[in-house]
């Protein structure tokens, strides 16, 4: 069966850290590059991060960059984001998705959303 | 940073109208524009790939259209399952920008 499924969320305190983890099936993880994309309590939906398909190059949204660490092992078929001096404002599900193309890019497949709760 | 400006917001729409969302970038995308469906608790659905690309498995109602700055989604005949939100996204650069996204009511 061809999924992604999120782990790891949870509440943490304000300047805490958290590892999220994507577990993919039924397709060759190794051949796709993978994005985070999260959305906050009733808004929209917001792209995080995107790791090449062989973890050598990674982007980041400016409101997460040198906080989160986007990482992945292809020889457990799992994508990674380390999320370090978290804030309120990262409250969000987040989303592991799957981008098939090697020209514009989509996300044809997404898990479906790991929790985090950023309070004191 | 490429901006979407996606409209309507929200829209209210019978059972078997014709409806039309659009996406305006800030700069030219090309192609690179995706449409996404997103209903209450779940994950985005991708519909739209390649501004006016089916996905596959996704019904022949829902079409794209566009090319530089400006798109087009179109939904004809609107069903009772299409009560959700749309987001159009950008993947012509970093960051994948998403539009603010459409919420389409039942009438």
């Known amino acids: 069966q061809v999924q992604l499924v999120e782990s790891g969320g949870g509440g943490v305190q304000p300047g805490g850290s958290l590892r999220l983890s994507c577990a993919a099936s039924?397709?060759?993880?190794?051949?796709?590059?993978m994005h985070w994309v999260r959305q906050a309590p009733g808004r929209g939906l917001e792209w995080v991060a995107v790791?090449?398909?062989?973890?050598?190059?990674?982007n980041y949204a400016d409101s997460v960059k040198g906080r989160f660490t986007i990482s992945r092992d292809n020889s457990k078929n799992t994508l990674f984001l380390q999320m370090n001096s978290l804030r309120a404002e990262d409250t969000a599900v987040y989303y592991c998705?799957?981008?098939?193309?090697?020209?514009?890019?989509?996300?044809?497949?997404w898990g479906r959303g790991t929790l985090l709760t950023v309070s004191s | 940073d490429i901006q979407m400006t996606q409209s309507p917001s929200s829209l209210s729409a019978s059972v078997g109208d014709r409806v039309t969302i659009t996406c305006r970038t800030s700069?030219?995308?090309?192609?690179?524009l995706n449409w996404y469906q997103q209903k209450p608790g779940k994950a985005p659905k991708l519909l739209i790939f390649?501004?006016?690309s089916l996905q596959s498995g996704v019904a022949s109602r829902f079409s794209g259209s566009g090319s530089g700055t400006d798109f087009t989604f179109t939904i004809n005949s609107l069903q009772p399952e299409d009560f959700a939100t749309y987001y159009c996204?950008?993947?012509?650069?970093?960051?994948?920008?998403f539009g603010q996204g459409t919420k389409v009511e039942i009438k």
């Open positions: 996204q950008q993947t012509y650069s970093i960051p994948r920008t």
């Open positions: 039924g397709f060759t993880f190794s051949n796709y590059p």
């Open positions: 390649g501004a006016s």
């Open positions: 790791i090449s398909y062989d973890g050598t190059n990674a």
């Open positions: 998705a799957r981008d098939p193309s090697s020209s514009c890019g989509f996300f044809d497949l």
């Open positions: 700069q030219t995308i090309s192609n690179c």
